[in-house]
DNA sequence: CTGAAAGCGCTTACAG
DNA sequence: CTGAAAGCGCTTACAG
């Protein structure tokens, strides 16, 4: 009854005396209810609304000695980051993923050396229960072990090159759906058909590579092979590299949708069209495969399942259950470009 | 000289012991090395390094009652967020300039009232210090008065709509930017100028229009104006309108780079060419503007800038000082659309 | 089901 | 400059 004090954020104290019960009855209540009988249960919450009590999170994190919070890292150059939508989508589906069970998601970019030893300091420093990984190069990963040493438990997207067996992950199916678009390309009776690979460093690079060389067999010509670094200018440049080495190639798979659409650019240039004279497949689904003209027909990575999959892996590895690894089928999705 | 307890994290006391000094001195150097003997400070140092102890965030927080973060609030609806790379760029600008203070953001996303209702409750629940508010729109804001009731300081990215005068923000020239621009489009021959506004509930939307209105002055035809809600696909059926309505326009001014991309292929897929029938002048300078072709002729905002400010005046405004409003030109970036 | 008590790991006046 | 002590606000065995 006595009202609480005047200007301090009310404690768990000032609850137990207006409920009239002791403190350890108001921790039970708040921390899930158990062995508490309802009469009790009934003033304790009654008097959190009059008191306008709100937990303090950082007495009850030096309790529990759990943070209650998860990292997202993100090991990235940043003109990727920008470019790439990808990472907006997987932020944003992790964040919601992770609101359900009312966990803040703290975000740290580690573009270089100096900042991922920041971030790693900062993981192993007990800010955080766990980590989501994003971070496609592999060599931007020296930090792992360190991480694993203390016991932090992390989740990668796409498969943690070198690391495999070592933390969990999900990843989309890239070598099915390179092999799905090769084929596509192939059904709509494309028969010279070229690759603008993504960076080796990384496992979607590398697979959807894999996955192309595997669906075409004997009839890959390595002429007929560029790279780009995921980027809108590495993809224009190598198109116009593909198109002078192999210029009769009437289709091209490129390995996500950025680059494909500066491969358009480059085409276009060369005054042949798309899909007419060249057909072009991205992978992603990204918006850059529908923000222009023409459309591109493109492999769906289902990023807001594959950052739902990661939270749910992540919770289940901070409760002490196994790590695990996954991997999600991609979809062919049909516009414009082939 | 004790070996520290086997499992367990070592903790200040074990540092202690290692250094022969009591727990508040080591507290002492950790907290600053004030008011300590360079005896001491060394001691405590060497035992740092031998137990390898880090400070536990939680305890500190708890004695010190700072949360030592920085929220990072997202009240944007998600197609926007994904369309819109500098909202990337805000985040990457906020996350390094805190870095250099060795404070984490937390990233909280509320893009409908559920999760604006929990960002708050997490705001005002004392998980941090200050918050950097990205939220163009009005109405997305209710919150405002809770976390100012609770003391908690706030930065605005842009001016916070009908909040001007009770919290900080950081924003660019929207008014001058836009009339740069026309001023511009009108150097170099255009006299029928139309525009593809932004929303009308944004500071920017709202100051980019009312710049172009004063800048052309009595040649403002108003069917020479159209609105988007800066997404892609409302450009291209934006400019779609204008052309309608305003065949004989020979440029026009959009208010942002990704509606400027939607109005290109509008222009085009109307047999026009950009930019030798129609000018386009964007705003922002976001990849977008560059990814594609024709490379798009903007107004720079210096959102590094912006963003570095605003964690100045963030943390300035945490260390107690009175809070601020400022605004930051922007520049005009020529290429190849007008 | 409930209360009293110890403990989580730090910081900060207070004396000296 | 330094130590002893109180305090930050919670949780969790331990008895009962």
Not at 208 to 230: H, K, N, S
Request: glycine share 10%; charged share 25%.
């Amino acid at each position: 009854m006595t009202p609480p004090p005047a200007k301090k954020r009310p404690t768990i104290d000032d609850v137990a005396r207006v409920a009239g019960v002791s403190r350890g009855t108001v921790s039970r209540v708040l921390t899930g209810g158990h062995w508490v009988s309802p009469d009790a249960s009934a003033a304790v919450t009654a008097a959190i609304a009059e008191t306008g009590y709100r937990v303090n999170p950082h007495a009850r994190s030096l309790a529990t000695s759990k943070a209650n919070s998860v990292a997202f890292l993100l090991t990235e150059s940043y003109e990727r980051l920008f470019d790439d939508p990808n990472f907006a989508i997987l932020l944003r589906g992790a964040s919601t993923a992770l609101a359900q069970s009312d966990i803040p998601l703290v975000l740290l970019m580690a573009g270089n050396e100096a900042e991922q030893r920041r971030a790693t300091e900062f993981i192993t420093g007990g800010h955080v229960d766990g980590v989501l990984l994003v971070s496609s190069h592999q060599g931007r990963q020296d930090f792992l072990p360190e991480i694993s040493r203390a016991g932090v438990p992390a989740i990668s997207c796409g498969i943690p090159l070198g690391f495999e067996r070592k933390i969990g992950y999900v990843a989309a199916d890239d070598f099915s759906g390179a092999q799905e678009m090769v084929r596509y390309l192939r059904s709509i009776g494309r028969t010279r058909i070229g690759t603008v690979a993504g960076p080796q460093d990384t496992s979607g690079g590398l697979s959807r590579l894999r996955g192309y060389r595997d669906e075409l067999g004997d009839d890959v010509v390595e002429d007929r092979i560029a790279y780009g670094d995921y980027g809108f200018a590495s993809g224009e440049r190598a198109m116009h590299e593909l198109l002078e080495r192999a210029p009769d190639i009437d289709a091209v798979f490129v390995g996500n949708d950025l680059m494909a659409r500066g491969a358009i650019k480059a085409i276009e240039s060369t005054g042949r069209r798309v899909p007419e004279d060249i057909a072009v497949g991205g992978f992603d689904d990204s918006p850059a495969a529908l923000d222009g003209s023409p459309t591109i027909t493109t492999m769906r990575q289902p990023f807001e399942r594959i950052s739902q999959e990661m939270v749910r892996l992540l919770l289940a590895a901070i409760a002490g259950e196994a790590t695990a690894a996954m991997t999600i089928p991609t979809q062919l999705v049909r516009r414009e470009s082939a």
